[in-house]
Every structure is written in structure tokens, then in C-alpha cells.
């Protein structure tokens, strides 16, 4: 992996104590969903996926530190595997586990404006969520009943989405992503399940989970790993 200096251009607060983090580099990264900066931070290495390019040497990726505009970021690379979806199934499920939710943001912002697919977002939280839930405008039938918690964003852009927790939070589905996901599979109607293919991100024993259950319904799956 080559190595760049960062440079922080905007540091903006999001709930959960999540920062998003505008980034700038001398090199054009041209990055994909599923990719994530590794950065040598205070004797560790911290894991930020990015949620969006917005120019050939401009990104913006989702954190947990609060760094002042003008900080350099020497040594930071760039890594992980950038997923493309298959043509031949229409209806894509983008599926995440907590900081990841930024690499499906990434995803669905690319996928949206792409008429062949239609696109909805399933997320699991553990501890802190960074934005702030609301009831979703998008109806989603096959959805369980109560869970109509949905990223504010996604449905700006028209994209239906869910989330799963296991800490009881208001809207949410109380579980995790593989009820969440069951819940809505069955719903679905039969005619569809060939149409679905998955894009998953996240931790590796969350993407493992989700894995065996795609498995088991033959369901086309794509992972990419973004490291806690």
C-alpha cells in the first residue's frame, strides 16, 4: 500500500461522538466503497472507511477523533477492497455493521443515479450510532413491524433502509442484522429472491455472520472488511 500525507481540511461533528473528517492528499486517491484510510494515531493504527470522494485529492471519511483543520496525517494508506455489484441481480441489499455504514453511504451515493438497480440499506449498530435516526418516509413492507428506524440521508436519496441493534433503542430491530434481514426476506415476495445480491461491511465476525446466512439462502454475497 503507498503511502500519503493527509491533511485535515473540515472536522464535523456527528451524534455518537463520530467525526466526519474531509481529508486532502498531494496524490489522486479516486477511492470505492468498502475502502478505509489506516492512520498511525496517538502509538495505534485507527480504521476510518470512507464515506465519499469529492474530488480527485479530496475525501471524506468517518472517524472517531476530533482533529483541527491544517493537521498533516504522514503515512497514512489507503487499503481494502472495492465492491462492485453484479448486473444480473437488480435488487441490491447494502448491508453494515457500525462505523461501515460510511462504505454503504459511499455505495449507495455511486448507485443511486444507476437504473439498472434498485437499492435498499440494512445496518446493525452495537453502541453508538452516528447520525440521527428517524421514522422512514419510504414504505418497506417486508420490513418487521416497529422497525421503522431509517438513515435520514439514504432517504433523501429515496433508498429505503433498516437498523438492527441489540440495545433496544427506539425503531430499531431488536437483534441483530440476520433477524433483521430474515424479517425481511421472508416478506419479500418469492418472484424477487433471484433478483437479490448483498454488498456487506464490516467487522470480520460480522461479515462471517452474515455470510452463513446468505449461504444458506444462496443468496449472492460481497464482502469487503473494514477493521474495528
Known amino acids: 500500500m503507498t503511502a500519503h500525507t493527509l491533511t485535515v481540511v473540515e472536522d464535523n461533528p456527528l451524534p455518537g461522538g463520530y467525526r466526519q473528517l474531509t481529508l486532502r492528499s498531494v496524490a489522486e486517491l479516486a477511492p470505492g466503497p468498502g475502502q478505509y484510510f489506516s492512520i498511525a494515531f496517538e502509538r495505534a493504527v485507527a480504521h476510518w472507511p470512507i464515506m465519499k470522494s469529492r474530488a480527485p485529492d479530496l475525501v471524506q471519511a468517518l472517524a472517531r477523533v476530533s482533529l483541527p483543520p ?67 418516509q419510504i414504505l418497506m413492507p417486508a420490513a418487521p413491524p416497529g422497525a421503522i428506524a431509517a438513515v435520514p440521508l439514504l432517504d433523501s436519496w429515496n433508498i ?33 429472491w433471484p433478483q437479490v445480491q448483498m454488498l456487506g461491511f464490516g467487522a470480520d465476525s460480522f461479515l462471517r455472520n452474515l455470510g452463513n446466512w446468505c449461504e444458506s439462502l444462496r443468496i449472492p454475497l460481497r464482502t469487503a472488511e473494514i477493521p474495528i
Open 70 to 136: 491544517g493537521t498533516a496525517l504522514h503515512g497514512s494508506r489507503m487499503a481494502g477492497k472495492v465492491l462492485q455489484p453484479d448486473s444480473e441481480h437488480p435488487l441490491i441489499a447494502l448491508v453494515s455493521s457500525d462505523n461501515a455504514l460510511a462504505c454503504s453511504i459511499f455505495a449507495a451515493e455511486r448507485l443511486r443515479t444507476d437504473s439498472r438497480y434498485r437499492l435498499a440499506a440494512f445496518a446493525q449498530f452495537d453502541a453508538a450510532v452516528p447520525f440521527r435516526p428517524a421514522p422512514s
Open 160 to 192: 429505503p433502509s433498516r437498523l438492527a441493534t441489540p440495545a433496544g433503542l427506539n425503531g430499531f430491530y431488536q437483534g441483530d442484522i440476520r433477524g433483521l434481514l430474515e424479517c425481511w426476506w421472508e416478506g419479500l415476495d418469492a418472484n424477487l
